[in-house]
Structures are given as C-alpha cells and as structure tokens.
C-alpha cells in the first residue's frame, strides 16, 4: 500500500480516545527511512529508488532524530514527575488530620514532597542545557530532511537522468557525497540555538548548499521528470500537509484543543485558591478561629494545592506555547496548501518554483518553532 493509502487509512479509523496521539506510528516514510517504504517505492518504481534511496543521508537522520524525540519524552517525563511529587505531598497534607498521633510526621513528609515537586519544577521551566539539546537535535533532523528533498529540487534534470542512465546515476551519487558535507556539524548546533530562536533575515538561509539560493533552470519535460516530480509532490507536499493536519485535529492531544483546556483548568484552580483563601481569612477574622484549626489548615492546604496544581499544569503545558504552535501550524498549513495548488496547476517551471517555496516555507517554520520553544518556559 503506498504511503498515502496508509495515511488516508489512518485518518479514516475511530478516534482513539480524546487525547489520542496522532502522530502515532509516524514513521519518517518522506525520507524513505523505513525499510517498508523503500520495498513499496521499489516495487512500484525501481527505478526512482535507485535515485531517491539515500542510504548515508539515512544514516545521518538517524543520528538526529531518535535522540530528538528520546529528549522530548525526557522532557514531558521530566514535568510529569514534578507534579507527581508535589500532587503527592499535597493529598498528604490534606490527608494529615486522619493520621492521629502522625500527624507532624506527615505534614513533614508532605512538606518535603511539595518542595521537591517545585524545586523540579524551577528546574525544568528555568535549565537551558536540555532544552537546547532537544531543540538542537530537532533542527539537525529537519536540516536533514531539508537536504534530501533540496538535493533533487535543485537537480531534478540530473536526477531525472539517473533514473535510467548509470553515468547519470553515478554523478548523482558523487554529488549528494558532496551535499553531505554542507549540513551542519551535530557539536557546532546547540551553540547555535540562541541566533536560530531569532527571525530569518534572508531566505538565502533555506538552503543547505549555498549555491541553491539562486534558481536553477527547469529541466525539458520528460516521462522520468513527470515520475519524479509526483513522487515529490507525494513525498515533500502531501506528507507535510499530512503531518499538519495530524497536529490540527479535534482531539485533546492536539496543540489548539489543549491550551484551550489548559487555559479552562488553570482559571478554574486559579479561582479555587481565591475562594478557599477567601474561606480562610473569614474563619479567622470573622469567626475567631486560629490558624491551627483543622477547618483553617485545611482549607489553607486546598488554597495552596490549587496553586501548586496551577504552576504544575502550567510547566507541564504552557497554553501560550500550544496556542502559539496551534496558530503556526495554521498558518503552515495554508502555506503549504498554496504550494501543492500552484505546483498543479502549473508546468515544469511552476513546479520547481512550488517545491522550492515548499524548501522556504518549510524552513521558516522551522525556526519558528526553534523560537518559541526557546523563549518558552
């Protein structure tokens, strides 16, 4: 089954519950990095395999890619655990006054959880080292990305030949050795993070190989080039707007849906530690009570529950952030739409210029994501 049957498949099977992951399963099938993809290109197309097949581009995603996706699940982890504690040492303090006898060991061991739980808390919104790393990783996987399909944009004449011709072939190949050589040094991009969370000044800066900033000449119309630009529409276009549309769907995984939910719920602790703090001062002032009553202390615990409850959501998912990335897959989205309708509706020359304005699109969203990420938190 091609890599478009299986998606519309996917897109087509019941939800998975309301925080399905929809990226589940993705499998970097554009950059034919599963073995699966390349058995079903070759037995459809053997000869584009032989030119779209990159076996040491392949190698470098991997350097790339697993670790960028092992440091978000660090990170996400790393959140989780936080709240765990400090949700713990809460449910403890509340729990206290049913301890008779325990009750100071408790709220000791109470204490200790929250302020462990908010201590890796300050550390996980306020450490730069991960975070530049994971973000680090990610611009070299999508770099990656970006040479594969840049590489045969900017050659498609070559490209095209190779499909049949072995000198062709072999030129090919010699020349994306040399491509390689232009993708950035894995030690030199955590450096670099800080100057790439900035603004593109020049779109020159798309391109992998500096020499691509200027256009080359579309090549003469051809069976090959026809073959070749539908699998790069397939591969380049409609698996970006594949990816996207994975990241705008209705379930509360997804970016848009879940800052709105956590925007609802931090209102709601956020109101709640009022009202209790509220109850609190009316228990004392008005009513004569101490602040070691039972009623006080615990409507005092629930009041610093709520807030602790409030940060913890916050550093585990910052609404601004998801809304932030919601409004920029947006807005990709429409960029990359208006792409695929120029690159159909035009010829050899309104292709190539699509699938290049894919290249630049693509990158600026890149570093906007590399911004936000950065400045979050």
Same mark, same amino acid.
């Given at each position: 089954m091609s890599r478009a049957g299986r998606y519309a498949d996917a897109?087509?099977?019941?939800?998975?519950? =309301?925080?399905? $992951?929809?990226?589940?399963?993705?499998?970097?099938?554009?950059?034919?990095?599963?073995q699966a993809a390349r058995e079903a290109l070759g037995a459809k197309h053997p000869a584009a395999l032989r030119v779209l097949?990159?076996?040491?581009?392949?190698?470098?995603?991997?350097?790339?890619?697993?670790?960028?996706?092992?440091?978000? @699940?660090?990170? @996400?982890?790393?959140?989780?655990?936080?709240?765990?504690?400090?949700?713990?040492?809460?449910?403890? &303090? =509340?729990?206290?006054?049913?301890?008779? +006898?325990?009750?100071?060991?408790?709220? =000791?061991?109470?204490? &200790?959880?929250?302020?462990?739980?908010?201590?890796?808390?300050?550390?996980h919104r306020l450490g730069r080292?991960?975070?530049? #790393?994971?973000?680090?990783?990610?611009?070299?996987?999508?770099?990656?990305?970006?040479?594969?399909?840049?590489?045969?944009?900017?050659?498609? $004449?070559?490209?095209?030949?190779?499909?049949?011709?072995d000198a062709a072939l072999a030129a090919w190949q010699a020349a994306r050795a040399r491509m390689l050589l232009d993708l950035p040094a894995p030690e030199d991009l955590p450096g670099q993070i800080p100057k790439l969370a900035g603004p593109v000044d020049d779109d020159a800066e798309t391109w992998v190989t500096p020499a691509w900033s200027t256009s080359p000449d579309p090549p003469e119309p051809s069976p090959a080039l026809n073959l070749l630009l539908s699998l790069l529409r397939g591969q380049r276009l409609s698996g970006q707007l594949d990816y996207v549309e994975r990241k705008l769907n209705d379930s509360l995984g997804a970016p848009g849906q879940r800052a709105g939910l956590v925007?609802?719920?931090?209102? #709601?602790?956020?109101?709640? *530690?009022?009202?209790?703090?509220?109850?609190? *001062?009316?228990?004392?002032?008005? =009513? +004569?009570?101490? #602040?070691?009553?039972? $009623?006080?202390?615990?409507?005092?615990?629930?009041?610093? +529950?709520a807030i602790v409850a409030a940060a913890a959501v916050g550093v585990v998912n910052d609404d601004r952030l998801l809304a932030g990335d919601a409004n920029r897959? &947006?807005?990709?989205?429409?960029?990359?739409?208006?792409?695929?309708?120029?690159? $159909?509706?035009?010829?050899?020359?309104?292709?190539?210029?699509?699938?290049?304005?894919?290249?630049?699109?693509?990158?600026r969203d890149l570093r906007e994501f590399v911004g936000s990420h950065w400045r979050s938190r």
């Open positions: 897109r087509a099977e019941p939800p998975r519950g =309301m925080f399905r $992951d929809s990226l589940a399963g993705w499998t970097n099938d554009d950059v034919l990095q599963t097949d990159w076996p040491e581009l392949r190698a470098q995603f991997a350097r790339y890619d697993p670790p960028a996706t092992r440091d978000g @699940r660090r990170d @996400r982890r790393f959140g989780l655990l936080s709240v765990g504690l400090a949700t713990l040492g809460l449910v403890l &303090a =509340m729990a206290s006054p049913l301890a008779v +006898g325990g009750e100071r060991v408790i709220e =000791m061991l109470a204490a &200790a959880l929250v302020i462990a739980g908010l201590a890796m808390m300050g550390v080292r991960s975070k530049t #790393l994971s973000l680090a990783h990610r611009f070299g996987a999508e770099r990656v990305r970006a040479l594969y399909f840049q590489a045969v944009v900017n050659n498609l $004449d070559l490209a095209a030949r190779a499909m049949a011709d925007r609802g719920l931090n209102r #709601l602790l956020l109101g709640a *530690a009022v009202m209790t703090g509220a109850m609190a *001062a009316v228990l004392v002032f008005a =009513m +004569g009570r101490t #602040l070691a009553g039972p $009623d006080v202390r615990l409507a005092l615990e629930v009041m610093v +529950g897959y &947006a807005a990709y989205f429409a960029a990359l739409a208006k792409a695929r309708a120029r690159f $159909d509706t035009g010829g050899p020359a309104e292709k190539l210029a699509a699938l290049r304005e894919v290249e630049i699109v693509c990158y």
